[in-house]
């Protein structure tokens, strides 16, 4: 019996345009109740979310079967950070912060098993084993990875055409909140000069072998990132609309 197959990637590979959410309460029942919207992909982020390894794994284990595929950021791409969430079960992750070909090319090989990788071989405890139940893992579970890039700097969209050639990353993710800040607009991606570098970014992206991802929560925006190219879009982050539904709510209240 081989690894599973990661649904998320074969959906990128199809070229199918995948509708995302950020899931930040780091909280396993508040990423089940979010899964039921239906979403194509969440962001279990361990980046801004106070997340750590046990809820990761917690949010892993509820969204096991469901539409809604788990995409995991780590805070930085280290290798004895991808080996414990890939153990846990993870298969596609979001890395942020990537500035380099040589960069990518070493997370490719941490996401990977030897020969192609580094990856420790820990399978016999491991849940995404099944804690062996899964004989064929490490011999099948390298193809079943799925490496999303964040590509969020100025260093980044200059190193980009390379990044773009490396094997093994299947999707190239621009961080416009970071990429405004390192271009002077810290707060602002919205700027006419971080806008252009966006399209430029997602058109290259999409015109590569690889998926473009982006997020925006104005529609409009997503709707014109769609346009540049963007296959995996994230549209919401679930603790801004409890907390903007909430606020509104106590507003309409207070001054009604
Ligand atoms: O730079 C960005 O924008 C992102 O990487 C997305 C943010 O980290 C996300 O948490 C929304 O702020």
Redesign the pocket.
Known sequence: MPAPENRFKSALARGDMLYGC?AGFADAYATEMLATAGFDWLVI?G??APNDLPSIMRQLQVLEGRHSAPVVRLPMGEPWAIKQVLDAGAQTLLI?MVDSADQARALVRATRYPPEGIRGSGAALARATQFSAIPDYISTANAQICLLV?V?TRAGIDALDDILKVEGVDGV?I?????AADMGYLGD?DQPEVRAVIRDALTRIAASDKAAGI?SLDHDTALSYRDWGAQFLAVG?DVVMLAQTARATMARWRDG
Do not use: V
């Not at 961080?175 to 990429?179: A, H």
């Open positions: 950020w982020d980046e801004h942020p964040q969020e993710f961080g416009p909140s970071d990429l991606s997020l982050i």
